[in-house]
């Protein structure tokens, strides 16, 4: 079906679908009657309901949720097992109650009620405070509708979690509302494409709410790691609460800010982080008395210092802003979190007179594609270091150990930060340089002597290509495998020899690695096809669905070149060779060129491709996928050359 | 620009340090740590057993931490009675950590499917900064039952030493011991007093070993024992027959049928004759009505649930799936055998000769006077007598009142069950853009997976794994069908879909080349030890499209491999059939099959190139 067509019913629906009742038990005509979802056919499931009604009561948060799901296929009937976690702590943080479920089965067109009872929930503790309520609906079957409904108090009412509107089927109508004392005021985060264009909202009396309808089901797509930062959710943060009644001689009610300015919000993080010792200089200095980092520039002695915290401390951990350890315990255990490793290391280049701070981020796969535009803590969950060195400003990470000075790990690619300065904290752009590109030469000749075609490949990977290439290598190289194996499945009918790597991550930003593509008994053969360029991973489209729902995120912008000298055999002719051509798509995001030259004993041919802004929206999708589809067809494309029968 | 080029690279190449990494066996394996360790496992008269592990693990490095993380496992049926830690740093000889049982983590087997479980753990992780430390770990854990015994492996970790390792097991003579030694080359030694008999095996200076380790070559000690019981079920594991006999036994009662359900049944299958027909009309019906829920509480992790039980809630693990169908069946007068097998699609087949709990699944198996008819009941896709790759090819134990016996489930390994066939008619168009219309039929193995496809994919993931899975890329899929046309247990299915291929030919300077389109076998081809896959095409080409040069033809007839290639020209219409027989050799090892596929791939998966008579491209090379 036409994609506009779809987006088109899609908005029309609402208008001619009656309500959705919200109680359990009241199911309309049209719900028994659903059998698939139109705009997402063949789903096993629709969630025909999803409700979440919030108030405060008792410095409480108080959420009653209510699901209504439908059964449409065999495979639909794993929807029949719900597993509901929530965090319960030592001091019962999350609690729930009032667990109702029922599940309702048309019998000779007659709905007939089966209702649950304890027995067939089950509560699991599943360590470190988390819990998990798990039920499995009994008579379960193609066409029932499953319907549960649960409370959960919250005890913390600083950060609301709100609600998530997507699920794993496809949601036909899911709505959140909250009642907000009038004590107290929170400031909504909004998230998602949908939710801001397609949301239909209500504000009454203290009571908001958002309702969406007709949503896809959440499922992987290639180049979207991250699609957490892409769904629709409301959440809220406390800004400030009136404390007084205003009555007798009290006074009149005042209002309390929570929600602090940048400055303030800063200043407790640079306190908490002062606390835990990484604002001391003392230990850090007798840390690092026996490493020389006394000479050279600024950057020398922040890349002495990056590769003393890296190579002597065990990374591991999760990143995170909070640190386990104080620094004295750090340097004593030698091992930690990523956010504690560069914490340290901020207090290194501080002893070395350097000047950094640290930079809170919301690391790609946190749950936001944008920053929060204000002072909003919980958004940040991983830091990075802005230091200026030589006068130069320059981002810092310790995320990964195969990094060399200077990467900043991908996940941290993002727009925005908070930079930590006392008194003086603020959002800042965050823009990485890199110039990230792999670039491939190969020398294609026949061996007179061994009837084969040989093909000499170099590559040059730099910058983020070159360390993905590295971390492929260790992977090989812990698992005891050749690296023939980088190749292998690339070449299929060639044979891969005599691979070397050379690793110059560190000191030129480079792993180039040299190896031979061999086809055997090539001279035996009238007419010899092959493709000069192999190598690309964009030889086969990776694009095959029929649709997008998430952007595709190639996380960095990068340019691939391609080239190869084939050198022209003796007693042989170019015969064919695959055409010129250069391509993108509408706004240019991404280019594909491709050209052949004839130099008479040697035709060369060059392919380049490029990514120039990394992330392209689901509606450029059908673009990009027919773009790739003929760049995969170029890059697929043989080269000819024929016997002349005279040497 | 060319020579700049050049230029960079011959710089760059001489700069590359020319350490060859092509091999890269590393000749010493890296030690993180060095284990000593005795264990001693009890057995007592009431069928219960404790185990004390005493072990000392001087940790070398940071790798070797996790060899000093403990996991003691507990559940309704055993329990963790104690443990002791203590860590001591080698150099200043300093005690720098000591826990016991409450210190202990403790959290739930987290299983994406089974929903119903008690599976817990007792963890306790060390941690340390400075090396080397020696841990120093005493546990206890107790059982309820004998029924499952622990083995015992004396080199738990890769990059491992172990300087000393001993199982100690005492037991009441009269329950009896069996066990099976792997790869042991220590001392054993036996003794017997008042009545119980102690075994002691010993381990001395045993290696470390690297990840790739061959598991075939780790020493290991497998026990059972005679006589067991579990709750007041007990019962003798001296033969496979006496282990079938009890889990009969167990299960004995549970098979009674609801009245109005039983006669559901009868129904079903009224004026069937043929017992095929009715196991599969009951069969079907389970299918339908009935899901798969893991359960696994306590007893109930061996003996099913009722199967009034079962009808009630329409849910079952697949025990509970199992004893249901098999009551079903005895309803309609057709005799079954609960069977029990250990699953798994890489699972390596049991010890056949040490009789023992060695299962984790069950199935079950229904005799014929011919060849017997097997049912994965848990499975709501497969055909009644076909079981998938998670239970086929392996020895299993059918249960019967009074015994039982080891018999082995079908392999699928003969062409009929390993065969696919497509006939594809392609038009294409003088942009090298294509309509197609294919349609294949699947048999036996590679239908089960179409199943698959036809039963948990939405549209938009079948209409993706039918481009993704197409020979020639680029397909966009306007119509498909996917049916099942199963052939009693022979697994059918037939797919067929009408779509565009764009850029189906590539145009160079002088010609079109079609793409590839028969498409590549991969391992997966090969899994079922044999294949015939046939495929034809009808390709209707641009009138002015001629073929350049001769169409090739490709014949190969070896022991274990057939194989035709064959194309003609009729017309404008190019028709094509490739033929493939292969049989492959149980013994053939991972870079045999690697390079069987890449000459069946190099000989067969040909194009064909053509000349257009009419238009002349215009993108010539630059300096021709």
């Known amino acids: ?647 | 620009m060319f020579k700049l080029l050049l230029g960079i690279f011959l710089i760059s190449n001489l700069a590359l340090a020319q350490e060859s990494d092509t091999v890269l066996k590393a000749e010493e394996v890296p030690i993180h740590s060095i284990l000593s360790e005795a264990q001693i496992l009890t057995l007592h008269e009431d069928f219960t057993y404790s185990h004390h592990v005493d072990r000392k693990i001087v940790v070398v490095s940071p790798e070797g931490l996790d060899h000093a993380f403990t996991r003691l496992f507990y559940d309704k049926l055993n329990s963790v009675e104690e443990f002791e830690l203590e860590v001591r740093d080698l150099t200043s000889g300093k005690t720098i950590k000591k826990a016991r049982l409450k210190d202990m983590g403790d959290a739930a087997y987290y299983s994406t499917s089974t929903i119903f479980d008690d599976n817990r753990y007792k963890y306790f992780e060390v941690a340390a900064a400075k090396f080397p430390i020696e841990v120093s770990i005493k546990s206890q854990v107790s059982s309820k039952s004998n029924f499952f015994l622990p083995r015992w492996t004396p080199v738990p970790n890769f990059n491992q030493k172990v300087t000393e390792a001993s199982l100690t097991v005492k037991y009441p003579t009269r329950l009896g011991l069996k066990y099976k030694e792997l790869n042991l080359k220590g001392n054993k030694k036996e003794e017997e007093l008042a009545g119980v008999t102690s075994i002691t095996w010993s381990e001395r200076d045993l290696a470390a070993q690297p990840r790739d380790f061959d598991s075939d070559e780790d020493p290991r000690l497998l026990l059972a024992p005679v006589k067991f019981a579990l709750d007041q079920y007990s019962g003798e594991m001296g033969s496979w027959s006496g282990l079938a006999a009890w889990q009969f036994e167990l299960n004995q009662g549970r098979d009674v049928l609801p009245e109005d359900f039983k006669e559901k049944v009868l129904q079903l299958v009224v004026g069937v004759d043929d017992p095929y027909e009715k196991v599969k009309i009951l069969y079907e019906y389970l299918q339908k009505n009935f899901r798969y829920v893991s359960i696994q509480l306590g007893i109930g992790g061996w003996q099913t649930m009722t199967a009034a039980d079962v009808v009630k809630y329409s849910y079952g693990d697949c025990k509970g799936l199992t004893n249901l169908m098999k009551a079903m069946l005895d309803a309609a007068d057709i005799p079954s055998n609960y069977t029990l097998v250990f699953a798994g699609s890489d699972a390596e087949d049991i010890e056949v000769d040490l009789p023992s709990n060695q299962f984790n699944h069950v199935i079950l198996q229904v005799p014929t006077s011919s060849h017997p008819i097997w049912l994965e009941c848990t499975s709501n896709l497969l055909p009644a007598g076909y079981l998938g790759d998670f239970t086929k090819n392996r020895h299993v134990l059918v249960t019967s009142k009074g015994g039982g016996n080891l018999t082995k489930t079908p392999s699928y390994d003969t062409e009929e069950w390993n065969e696919i066939r497509s006939q594809s008619k392609v038009i294409l168009d003088d942009r090298g853009n294509a309509k197609i219309n294919t349609e294949q039929q699947f048999f036996g193995n590679f239908a089960a997976y179409i199943l698959y496809v036809k039963g948990n994919l939405d549209e938009r993931q079948q209409r993706d794994f039918l481009n993704r899975n197409s020979s020639v890329s680029g397909l966009i899929v306007q119509d498909y069908r996917i049916e099942v046309a199963n052939q009693d247990s022979l697994p059918v299915t037939e797919l067929a879909f009408d779509g565009l291929l764009q850029k189906f030919s590539q145009m160079t300077a002088k010609r079109a080349i079609l793409r590839p389109f028969l498409g590549k076998l991969g391992p997966s081809h090969l899994t079922n030890k044999s294949l015939k896959k046939v495929d034809e095409y009808e390709i209707e080409l641009p009138a002015a499209w001629k073929v350049d040069g001769d169409l090739p033809r490709v014949s190969l007839e070896e022991e274990n491999l057939k194989g035709l290639l064959e194309m003609a020209i009729e017309g404008k219409t190019l028709r094509v059939r490739r033929e493939l027989s292969l049989k492959i050799p149980t013994e053939l090892d991972k870079e045999e099959e690697a390079e069987l596929l890449r000459k069946i791939n190099t000989a067969f998966d040909r194009t064909v190139f053509f000349v257009n008579t009419t238009t002349t491209q215009s993108t010539s090379p630059a300096n021709e």
């Open chain 1, 1 to 647: 079906m036409n994609k506009k067509l779809l987006i088109a019913i899609a908005v029309l629906l609402p208008l001619f679908s009656p309500g959705q009742s919200l109680k359990m038990g009241e199911i309309s005509q049209e719900e028994f009657d659903l059998k698939e979802v139109s705009y997402e056919p063949g789903a096993s499931a629709a969630c025909l309901v999803a409700f979440g009604d919030s108030r405060i009561f008792n410095g409480t948060l108080e959420t009653q949720y209510f699901y209504r799901v439908k059964i449409l296929t065999e495979a639909g009937k794993e929807h029949a097992d719900i597993r509901i976690r929530y965090y319960s702590g030592t001091g019962n943080v999350e609690n729930l109650s009032g667990i109702k479920a029922q599940i309702t089965n048309l019998e000779g067109g007659k709905p007939v009620v089966t209702k649950l009872d304890k027995d067939d929930f089950f509560d699991v503790d599943l360590g470190d405070g988390l819990k998990e309520l798990r039920i499995s609906f009994p008579n379960a079957q193609v066409g029932s509708i499953l319907e549960y409904s649960y409370k959960k108090g919250d005890k913390n009412i600083e950060f609301l979690d709100g609600w998530t509107f997507q699920r794993s089927a496809p949601v036909l109508f899911s709505k959140y509302q909250i009642k907000i004392p009038e004590h107290l005021e929170y400031k909504t985060i909004g998230q998602g494409a949908n939710l801001f264009s397609k949301s239909e909202r209500t504000s009454e009396y203290g009571t908001f709410s958002w309702t969406l309808r007709d949503l896809y089901s959440l499922k992987e797509e290639p180049y979207m790691k991250n699609y957490r930062d892409y769904m629709d959710r409301v959440e809220f943060q406390l800004s400030r609460y009136m404390s007084g009644s205003g009555s007798g001689y009290s006074g009149g009610p005042e209002w309390t800010d929570f929600l602090n300015s940048w400055e303030k919000l800063g200043d407790e993080l640079i306190a908490y982080y002062t606390t835990k010792g990484f604002y001391r200089g003392n230990p850090i200095e007798r840390e690092i008395l026996s490493v020389d980092m006394s000479g050279g520039t600024e950057q020398e002695k922040a890349k002495a210092a990056y590769y003393y915290v890296r190579d002597n401390f065990v990374n591991e951990g999760s990143d995170w802003i909070y640190t386990d350890q104080t620094l004295p315990q750090l340097l004593k255990s030698k091992k930690g979190a990523p956010g504690e490793l560069i914490l340290a290391y901020m207090g290194i280049l501080k002893s070395l007179g350097i000047e950094c701070n640290p930079v809170l981020i919301g690391s790609k796969g946190y749950g936001r594609s944008e920053i929060v535009p204000f002072p909003f803590l919980n958004q940040f969950d991983e830091i990075l270091l802005l230091a200026t060195l030589d006068g130069q400003q320059q981002f810092l990470d310790l995320s990964d150990p195969l990094a060399p000075f200077g990467y900043v790990d991908l996940d941290k690619h993002v727009s925005a930060g908070l930079l930590l300065q006392k008194n003086a904290s603020k959002l800042i752009e965050i823009d990485i340089k890199h110039a990230s590109n792999k670039l491939v030469f190969s020398s294609i000749a026949l061996d007179p002597e061994t009837g084969e075609l040989v093909m000499d490949n170099a590559i040059r990977n730099t910058h983020y290509e070159g360390l993905a290439y590295a971390h492929r290598i260790k992977s090989l190289k812990d698992e005891n495998k050749p690296m023939e194996d980088l190749f292998k499945q690339t070449y299929e009918a060639f044979e891969i020899r005599n691979v070397s790597v050379n690793d110059q991550l560190e000191d030129k930003n480079t792993v180039s690695i040299q190896f031979q593509s061999v086809m055997k008994d090539a001279a035996a053969q009238d007419m010899l096809v092959f493709n000069p360029l192999q190598i690309s991973e964009f030889a086969k489209n990776p694009f095959t669905q029929d649709f997008r729902v998430f952007p595709v995120d190639f996380e960095y912008t990068f340019r691939e070149t391609y080239t190869a000298n084939v050198a022209i055999p003796a007693g042989y002719v170019l015969d064919d060779y695959p055409t010129n051509e250069m391509i993108t798509i509408p706004g240019s995001p991404i280019g594909f060129t491709y050209q052949t030259e004839n130099l008479g004993e040697l035709v060369k041919i060059t392919a380049k491709f490029e990514v120039r802004s990394p992330l392209i929206q689901p509606e450029s999708y059908g673009d990009l996928k027919f773009f790739m589809e003929s760049v995969a067809s170029k890059l697929a494309s043989p080269v000819i050359l024929k016997k002349t029968g005279t040497l």
